[in-house]
């Protein structure tokens, strides 16, 4: 522990997991209590905002559990009176949830579009306008989870997921370059193949877990998947007063993916 966010208050959106073991929110929301914040954990799931606010409280940390639906305008702003009544105010809004349904332009219902665009980047402009006067009291960061869908074409076909990734980073620098005055940093951070349970979920249950595990980490230049832990440990410096000069950047975690001419298909 070297306290990386000491005194920080820090909302997490989407800090439970879909499913056993570490996603991205929960083990951004445990790194950023062991760096010394204390965590409001947000998710649409009670059960899973709760445990991981306990496994917090169980190393020592400080979090509080928050259920809500940040697609909904008015849970994001309880969110942001949560953040306020708990921990007097907040420093960093961590905005990790997204969703996707396969297809490609011609098989996408116009409902799945509207749903994983309600989560991925309504939700995330709800969130942000909640949380923007508590962060530009003292300055503040919003670090934003996109994918390398939301920069180039990968091997899966999921349009509206591609789409509203691209949406959200570009909110992300409309939101630097508006707060760079007031002090808030917003940056994006664009993860490529990451080992989570969400990234299981969403490739299908008839898929052979090893096998995928092996295909994921062929396509990557470093031969192998990211952890959760890699992503979190980008949304720390991000989040982090090591980042004070940062703003609207879209940094990957990706293992090279992202870089390589032609990313395998
Ligand atoms: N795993 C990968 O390979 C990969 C790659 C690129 C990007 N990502 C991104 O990482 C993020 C997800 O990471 P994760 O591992 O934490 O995923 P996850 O699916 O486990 O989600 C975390 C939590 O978000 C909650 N949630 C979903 N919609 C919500 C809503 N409307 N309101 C409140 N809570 C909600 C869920 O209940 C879940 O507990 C997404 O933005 C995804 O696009 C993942």
């Known amino acids: 522990m070297t306290n990386r966010l000491q005194g920080k208050r820090v909302a997490v959106i989407g800090a439970g997991s879909v499913g056993p073991g570490w996603g991205n929110g929960k083990a951004a929301a445990a790194l950023f209590a062991r760096e010394g914040a204390q965590v409001l954990c947000v998710d649409r799931n009670p059960d899973a905002a709760r445990e991981t606010a306990q496994i917090i409280t169980d190393e020592g940390g400080t979090a509080f559990a928050f259920a809500g639906d940040m697609t909904d305008p008015d849970s994001a702003r ?6 306020q009544d708990h921990m007097g105010g907040l420093d960093v809004l961590h905005f990790n949830i997204g969703i996707s349904t396969p297809g ?15 989560v991925n980047l309504d939700a995330a402009f709800h969130c942000t306008q909640a949380a923007l006067p508590l962060l530009a009291d003292g300055g503040g960061a ?10 180039s074409n990968g091997p899966y076909r999921y349009v509206g997921y591609e789409a509203s990734k691209a949406a959200l980073q570009r909110l992300s620098k409309s939101v630097a370059i508006e707060y760079a005055a007031r002090g808030v940093r917003a940056n994006c951070i664009l993860p490529g193949m990451i080992d989570t349970p969400h990234a299981a979920s969403f490739i299908g249950p008839d898929v052979d877990a090893q096998e995928l595990a092996r295909a994921r980490a062929a396509k990557v230049p470093m031969k192998r998947q990211g952890t959760a832990w890699d992503v979190a440990e980008a949304a ?6 090591a980042a004070g000069f940062i703003t609207g950047v879209d940094l990957r975690v990706d293992g090279g993916m992202g870089t390589q001419f032609g990313s395998p298909a």
Not at 142 to 151: D, P, Q, T
């Open 78 to 83: 309880a969110m942001a009176q949560a953040a």
């Open 104 to 118: 490609g332009i011609e098989t996408t219902a116009f409902t799945d579009w509207q749903k994983v665009f309600a």
């Open 142 to 151: 919003i670090v934003y989870i996109s994918s390398l869908a939301g920069e």
């Open 236 to 241: 720390l410096f991000l989040a982090s007063d």
